[in-house]
């Protein structure tokens, strides 16, 4: 029997362990799961409402740490998630993805010589100034299964000098979520109550420090959605730490006036899937949603220098753009005159990525 803890700890974590969770569930007399939640994210609609939806059970222990800089919070993960691993002792801990509470706790479990394996292993930016990339680059340093979702990752662990036989070629797990869930989300009854039409709106998110934390770069990207509401309606549901900025900058008055820009607080997965799959165009700075958005076939621009999942861009729908007003509304009207970049699906984005990974360790 292998005692195994899944971490979680922010919204980006929920729909890559979920199908985990599940399949391990098929095999009690293999397998004992625990689910961990630090609570880098807690509010109702940032963590809870994506439990109800993925049909996760509460977690085994929930740690509280709440929000801080980045030192408080990831030295309080630690502190606190050391606490758990001895008294439980499990024999394996799974990570995800890049936040905070992925590389705390990776951290924790290999000082106890306890194994790791992290999802969403060796992808790359190369861009040190986001803290997710330092957090891929240690937790990958440090883990013992790196289960990546695409060849371009295991091309970057390789060149990192990664032993071969730590590497897994699994596919991405986010779209185990994505292709399960996909048709109770069309049963969402968002966009009635939004008063919105099947690829007559754009959706947006954003939340990226490096756009959101700058008075400059964020007056930006609201004078392009002054400019692009003009000819399409956009719905954008916001982040807290994008509406704590908007307040601290007083840009709310730039906000306000732009009448066709619908916000609403974060949504939940289903009500997200069904915005992002009826959407004409995706204006994000969002990770996961370049994935979704190439698997969905929605055409996505990514406000951002550079991407850690270029597979997203040399065969999905994705694209790349600047951090200019001129050029994201050049780009978002290119797609509304017809110009839409037609991708394919990546391989092993197929929806069994969970039982991939469940074999390795049967
Ligand atoms: C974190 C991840 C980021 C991921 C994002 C998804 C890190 C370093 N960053 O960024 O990679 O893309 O989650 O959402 O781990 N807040 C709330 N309620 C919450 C959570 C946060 O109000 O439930 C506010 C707080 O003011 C907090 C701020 O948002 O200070 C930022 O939260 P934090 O977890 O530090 O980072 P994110 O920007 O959410």
């Known amino acids: 029997m292998l005692k195994i803890h899944l971490i979680v700890g922010a919204r980006p974590n929920f729909m890559k362990m ?27 609609r940032m963590s809870k409402l994506f439990f109800d939806d993925l049909q996760l059970p509460k977690p085994d222990e929930y740690l509280e740490v709440g929000s801080g800089s980045h030192g408080v919070q990831t030295a309080r993960i630690m502190e606190r998630y050391e606490n758990v691993l001895l008294k439980h002792k499990p024999d394996l801990v799974f990570v995800a993805g890049d ?63 990664v ?33 919105l039409e099947k690829k007559q709106y754009g959706l947006i998110t954003l939340h990226r420090p490096s756009n959101v934390d700058h008075l400059e770069g964020l007056t930006i990207i609201l004078k392009a959605f002054e400019s692009i509401s003009k000819k399409i309606p956009l719905i954008f549901p916001i982040h807290p730490r994008t509406t704590k900025q908007i307040e601290t900058f007083k840009l709310n008055s730039l906000l306000e006036k732009i009448h066709n820009l619908i916000l609403i607080p974060p949504a939940g997965y289903y009500q997200f899937l069904n915005l992002q799959m009826n959407a004409k165009f995706i204006l994000t700075d969002s990770g996961g949603i370049q994935e979704e958005s190439t698997w969905l076939g929605v055409p996505c621009l990514t406000l951002r220098p550079q991407t850690e999942r270029p597979v997203t861009i040399t065969e999905g729908t994705n694209k790349l753009v600047k951090l200019e007003t001129e050029e994201i509304v050049r780009e978002t009207e290119s797609i509304l005159n017809g110009n839409i970049k037609r991708g394919k699906i990546p391989e092993y984005w197929d929806g069994k990525t969970a039982s991939r990974i469940v074999s390795i360790f049967r």
């Not at 199908?19 to 799961?33: G, T």
């Not at 625990?34 to 994210?41: E, S, W």
């Open 99 to 161: 936040v905070n509470s992925t590389i705390a706790c990776a951290l924790d479990a290999v000082k106890l010589h306890i194994p790791v394996a992290h999802l969403e292993a060796g992808l790359r930016s190369h861009a040190r100034t986001m803290p997710e990339e330092i957090n891929r680059i240690l937790t990958d340093a440090i883990s013992d299964y790196l289960l990546t979702p695409s060849p371009d990752a295991d091309q970057n662990l390789l060149r990192e000098g």
């Open 18 to 44: 979920a199908p985990l969770y599940k399949e391990f569930q098929k095999y009690p007399a293999e397998f004992k799961v625990k689910l961990i939640h630090t609570g880098q994210h807690y509010d109702e």
């Open 163 to 195: 032993d071969p036989k730590k590497i897994h070629f699994v596919g991405n797990i986010m779209i185990d979520s994505l292709s399960y869930y996909q048709p109770m989300a069309e049963h969402s009854d968002i966009l009635d109550r939004l008063g």
